[in-house]
Structures are given as structure tokens and as C-alpha cells.
């Protein structure tokens, strides 16, 4: 299974982005999701997590009420909906896969996209 993710750029504060992350698999239902950020000079963090039905999700204290994670299955995509940005939310974020296991907030994932870049201007 290989990761893509996309969608990043440059935005305003307050603005909005949404991130895909595809999928090669279509086993992409037996996997638990999850999107990371990792700011210039910082460690990787966690932001968001969703179950592998998509009924289930989880987040960051940094991100909750702004953020939310979703995926479609049929699709073989999990997307990232971020609102109300903040500079503080610039960071490179990554998606990641885990199969047979739901709602991990540590980096033990089997599987990590390439990154996408979101910088946020103030």
C-alpha cells in the first residue's frame, strides 16, 4: 500500500484546506488512519485519527472544533478538513496507515505518505 498525500499550500490565517491522502490499496478499508504535522524545528505530532468504518474519530487538543478527519472508503481517501488556520498550524503533514487497528494516537503506524507542505501567514 502506498500513500499520496496532496492539497497543501500557502493560506491566510483564518483561512481553510482540505488535505487528501489516497491510497493504492483496495484493502484500504482493513486500515486505521491517522494525519501527523511536523513544524520546522519541532518533533512530529499528533493531529488526527480516524476508525477504519469512519464512524470513530479522535484529535489533537491543538486542532479539536477546527480540524476534521474523514474517509471514503469507495475511494480509497482519507481527507483532512482544516478551518480557522493558524501560523502555528505550518507544518508538513503526513498521513499514515495501520492495519486491523483503530484510533492510534502514536506514531505505530505500518505506513506513511510523503508529506504535504501548509503554510499559514498571519
Known amino acids: 500500500v502506498q500513500l499520496q498525500a496532496s492539497g497543501g499550500g500557502l493560506v491566510q490565517a483564518g483561512g481553510f484546506l482540505r488535505l487528501p491522502c489516497a491510497a493504492s490499496a483496495r484493502t484500504f478499508s482493513m486500515y486505521g488512519m491517522g494525519w501527523f504535522r511536523q513544524a520546522p524545528g519541532k518533533e512530529r505530532e499528533f493531529v488526527a485519527t480516524?476508525?477504519?468504518?469512519?464512524?470513530?474519530?479522535y484529535y489533537a487538543d491543538s486542532v479539536k472544533g477546527r480540524f476534521t478527519i474523514s474517509r471514503d472508503n469507495a475511494k480509497n481517501t482519507v481527507y483532512l478538513q482544516m478551518n480557522s488556520l493558524k501560523p502555528e498550524d505550518t507544518a508538513i503533514y503526513y498521513c499514515?496507515?495501520?492495519?486491523?487497528?483503530?484510533?492510534?494516537?502514536?506514531?505505530?503506524?505500518?505506513?506513511w505518505g510523503q508529506g504535504t507542505l501548509v503554510t499559514v501567514s498571519s
Open positions: 480516524i476508525s477504519r468504518s469512519g464512524v470513530s474519530t
Open positions: 499514515a496507515a495501520r492495519k486491523n487497528v483503530d484510533l492510534t494516537i502514536t506514531d505505530e503506524y505500518d505506513l
